[in-house]
């Protein structure tokens, strides 16, 4: 019963608090409230996120897309709630973000939702671009060991791409 509760808590907590609705601007993208930095999603966009120039370190969707085409899945995946999956595979949801913020957490949430909406099994693609990360990981591991909770947990450093 605990189980139930807490998978239906965080089901609840992420389709309130980091569903993605999908609103973009003329270049492809938005603005990341939380963090401010510029969110694609498109890989056509001219808008730099603030963290990069001509590199792709700061750009989630880069590595997002790369990872996407590495396991064949479809980048992007829209609901008809106009949420979006950052990778959609044959078998998983995945949910990519950056390791180094507290946004890491919503990522357990979003993977279980997403995983809810496809019939997929849940996954979290975590990306360490800064020194520190290892807190964050080791939390959201902890909570999937913990719950037994079926999430893939796929950790990429790009500190050195």
């Known amino acids: 019963m605990k189980k139930l509760t807490i998978l239906l808590f965080s089901i609840l907590i992420s389709s309130l608090a980091t569903a993605h609705q999908g609103r973009t601007d003329s270049s492809g993208g938005h603005k990341d409230s939380s963090t401010g930095e510029y969110h694609s999603h498109n890989s056509e966009s ?14 989630e969707n880069y590595y997002n897309r790369q990872f996407c085409t590495e396991v064949s ?10 949420s979006r999956i950052d990778c959609l595979t044959n ?12 946004k890491v957490y919503e990522s357990v949430g979003q993977s279980l ?30 909570v999937i060991e913990r719950w037994k909770l079926p999430i893939k947990l796929v950790i990429i450093d790009v500190r050195n791409n």
Do not use: M
């Open 46 to 59: 001219k808008k730099p996120s603030k963290s990069s120039s001509s590199s792709p370190l700061g750009n």
């Open 73 to 82: 899945g479809q980048p992007e995946y829209q609901l008809p709630d106009k």
């Open 91 to 102: 078998t998983h949801a995945f949910e990519a973000d950056w390791a180094d913020g507290l």
């Open 113 to 142: 939702y997403y995983a809810a909406e496809t019939g997929k099994q849940p996954g979290i693609l975590l990306l360490i671009r800064k020194n520190g990360s290892d807190k964050h990981i080791r939390k959201v591991k902890r």
